[in-house]
């Protein structure tokens, strides 16, 4: 099978209503192309999860620049002022989730797990709506899984089996989105034979992969 494919038919794997998942922090290790090309495309009603909202002109928050989401679950949204509007006037609902709650949740997801327990958030209001369990005399949360429809990731040099090697922080979200959603698309800045990379210094697996768009492409 080949993975490798244009970006035009990546985004045509999202459709409206889907829910997605974005790597990145603040648009550091985002896939900026795909990003670029779901805008022009406007797929709307998303439901977003990531990190954080960007900047209204970087990353994730040109969507929402855009009004292209519907619900977003993120652990920050303060960079973007066009998030905190469409949250406070009702157009767009917005779950805010600690960042490392949000972390295990993806992973959790990706590990096929029904949940994890936490005390982070116990006593405010992050704690509303939610399971309590008390185990040796401590209250702990139950945080379900977060899994997506489609995961858009980035990665600095991919190999056409999907191999990923990042470049430092790059990785952040990306490393855990990528097992947790039934299409992983990765824009990478480079892509190899199979065989060039260094076994050592792939972080994700290409099994994880399902799509490959060459970013370094004009």
């Given at each position: 099978m080949?993975?490798v494919?244009?970006?035009?038919a990546?985004i045509?794997?999202?459709?409206?209503g889907?829910t997605?998942?974005?790597?990145?922090?603040?648009?550091c290790g985002?896939?900026?192309?795909l990003i670029d090309?779901?805008v022009e495309k406007g797929?709307?009603?998303l439901t977003?999860?990531?990190?954080?909202?960007?900047?209204?002109?970087i990353?994730?928050?040109?969507l929402?620049?855009n009004?292209q989401?519907k619900?977003?679950?993120?652990?920050?949204v303060?960079t973007n002022?066009?998030t905190?509007n469409?949250?406070n006037?009702g157009?767009?609902?917005v779950v805010?989730?600690?960042?490392?709650?949000?972390a295990?949740?993806?992973?959790a997801g990706?590990?096929?797990?029904?949940?994890?327990l936490?005390?982070?958030?116990?006593?405010?209001?992050?704690?509303?709506?939610k399971?309590k369990?008390?185990?040796?005399?401590k209250?702990?949360?139950?945080?379900k899984p977060?899994?997506?429809d489609v995961?858009?990731?980035?990665?600095?040099t991919v190999?056409?089996?999907?191999?990923i090697?990042?470049?430092?922080?790059?990785r952040?979200f990306?490393?855990?989105m990528?097992?947790?959603a039934?299409?992983v698309?990765v824009?990478?800045?480079?892509v190899?034979e199979?065989?060039e990379?260094?076994p050592?210094?792939?972080?994700?697996?290409?099994?994880?992969?399902d799509y490959i768009?060459?970013?370094g492409d004009?």
């Open positions: 080949n993975k494919i244009s970006i035009d990546a045509d794997h999202i459709k409206d889907m997605i998942m974005i790597g990145g922090f603040l648009g985002s896939p900026h192309r090309a779901l797929v709307k009603d977003l999860i990531c990190n954080d909202s960007g900047f209204p002109e990353g994730a928050g040109k929402v620049v009004k989401i619900k977003l679950i993120a652990s920050h303060g002022r066009e905190g469409q949250m006037s157009e767009m609902e805010l989730v600690p960042q490392g709650t949000l295990e949740q993806v992973r990706g590990a096929g797990l029904g949940g994890f936490t005390p982070t958030g116990v006593g405010t209001i992050v704690e509303e709506g399971e369990m008390i185990i040796d005399g209250t702990y949360l139950l945080e977060l899994r997506a995961a858009l990731i980035a990665g600095a190999d056409k089996f999907g191999n090697v990042y470049h430092g922080a790059t952040n990306n490393t855990l990528a097992t947790a039934e299409t698309i824009e990478a800045e480079r190899v199979i065989g990379l260094d050592n210094d792939v972080v994700t697996s290409g099994i994880f992969v768009v060459n970013g004009k």
